[in-house]
């Protein structure tokens, strides 16, 4: 979402750009529909981070996702403290316990489980619950394929306090895993009458093959690293 390289820009430009689109988006779509801001933990600063939203209040947006590493809870507290829109993390936490932290902090008001990273559905159910009782809302991360889509839809349609599921459409692999992958409709994922999850997993479409290097080079990671200038150096911002 950012407009200007946030490491070659002085900081309050890049807000400044980042709101003009946020403000350029609401201009040209209906008024009904709900916008996010995710800078994907990359703002190293909490003081940064909390002008960025500053920046980006004016233009009401549905949620501010992970500006900051997750690891320090009493930086989230103050920063949530200090915010007018909403604060939403947790796709990077492990256990009920590292969320309790968090909500115990008053540090977000939405958080974002992975059934793939926080103990599968048994500890996300745990998860929800523990954020009912803080008045928390539950968003659970999910950029994930077709399989780890119908967990969520059945952890969903089971948790009072959900409110919208990250969804991804599969594409001609992932629906190669499944007979049958969870399709949007009119914005909704419908629930089945067949049981366990819904689908059946086609198993050897999942078994691995050789992967040459730059098959290997496309894969996607998670790791999360300091941005390097040009020159070398290390840049937050």
């Known amino acids: 979402p950012f407009q200007l ?10 807000c400044s750009a980042a709101a003009d689109y946020f ?29 960025l939203a500053n920046a980006l209040a004016p233009f ?19 920063l949530r403290a200090q915010m007018q829109i909403p604060l939403a993390t947790g796709e990077c936490l492990y256990t009920r316990f590292e969320f309790l932290d968090l909500m115990a ?32 809302s539950v968003m659970p991360h999910n950029p994930m394929g077709p399989i780890a889509t119908a967990v969520n839809v059945h952890f969903a349609a089971a948790t009072p306090n959900f409110e919208i599921l990250e969804y991804i459409v599969p594409g001609a692999e992932w629906r190669s895993w499944v007979d049958d992958p969870y399709m949007p409709k009119d914005g909704y994922l419908e629930l089945r009458d067949r049981p366990g999850l819904g689908i059946d ?11 040459s290097a730059e098959d290997k ?12 200038l040009p020159d070398g150096s290390t840049g937050y911002i």
């Open 5 to 14: 390289d946030m490491n070659m820009n002085r900081w309050g430009r890049v």
């Open 23 to 51: 403000e350029d988006i609401r201009k040209h779509c209906p008024d009904n529909w709900e916008f996010a801001f995710d800078p994907h933990a990359k703002i190293f600063e909490p003081v940064r981070a909390l002008q």
């Open 60 to 78: 009401d947006p549905y949620f501010y996702e992970e500006p900051l590493r997750p690891e320090h809870t009493p930086a989230w507290a103050k």
């Open 105 to 136: 902090a008053q540090a977000a008001d939405i958080i974002q489980p992975d059934v793939c990273v926080c103990g599968g559905l048994l500890e996300m159910r745990k998860i929800a619950a523990i954020a009912e009782a803080h008045y928390v």
């Open 201 to 211: 997993v086609n198993e050897e479409a999942l078994v691995p093959g050789p992967l």
């Open 217 to 228: 080079a496309k894969l996607p990671h998670w790791q999360r690293t300091s941005p390097v």
